[in-house]
């Protein structure tokens, strides 16, 4: 079944020039040009992926994300942000309240489609059947299939690249690892992330383990280097 991609944009151009592009490799999609209403559409739509205009004309881009990551079903849906703002504060914005990429206005469409292509198929690896489908680690259980992690009884809300980022922790504790090292084991060939995202992705990520973010237990800073995820006994 073709993957379906919402593209919520408000510029009729830009928008018919990415569904025409999408559509082109296969792709279904559906346009909205504005956030009012657009939660309802997506429940229904059910997407497997979400390209979001950051300056809508009924509201920004950055509530539309931070809606649909509390939704319980969408939750996890990669979200790409398009930004004609291409100042590193709205970057870093958009990647902490939830965002998984973003492409900075004006892009080419053949740069949106390899990352639409390579958030999909992160995805779809997470899914291969000869991974376990549970890793548990100390006080963690994380179920890939149901792409879901528990710390103790509680479930985290984590975005896609937090989900990734903590599994690649679970299933190597112990060791630093430098954030070039993470940003080839995470982000793998996106090569428009900079180390900086790691530190972003380092922080939310504490936000929703650690007790005290600021003296963070399992996840650490080695001076100089990197990070490190202690290994937690049960
Ligand atoms: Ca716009």
Known sequence: M????????????????IEYNLARQGFSTLILAGSKGAMAELETYKPDLVILDIMLPDGDGFDLCRSIRRHTALGRV????????????DRVLGLEIGGDDYVTKPFSPRELIARVKAHLRRGESETEPEVAATVKRGPFTLDRAAHRVFLHEGELPLTSTEFRLLEFFLTHPGRAYSREQLLGEVWGEQHFVTPRTVDVHIRRLRERIEEQPDTPRF????????YRFEAPQA
């Open 78 to 89: 990669p979200i790409i942000f398009l930004t004609a703002r291409s100042d590193e504060v």
């Open 2 to 17: 073709a993957k379906k991609i919402a593209i919520i944009e408000d510029e009729p151009e830009l928008s018919s020039l």
């Open 219 to 226: 996840l650490t800073t080695v001076r100089g280097f990197g």
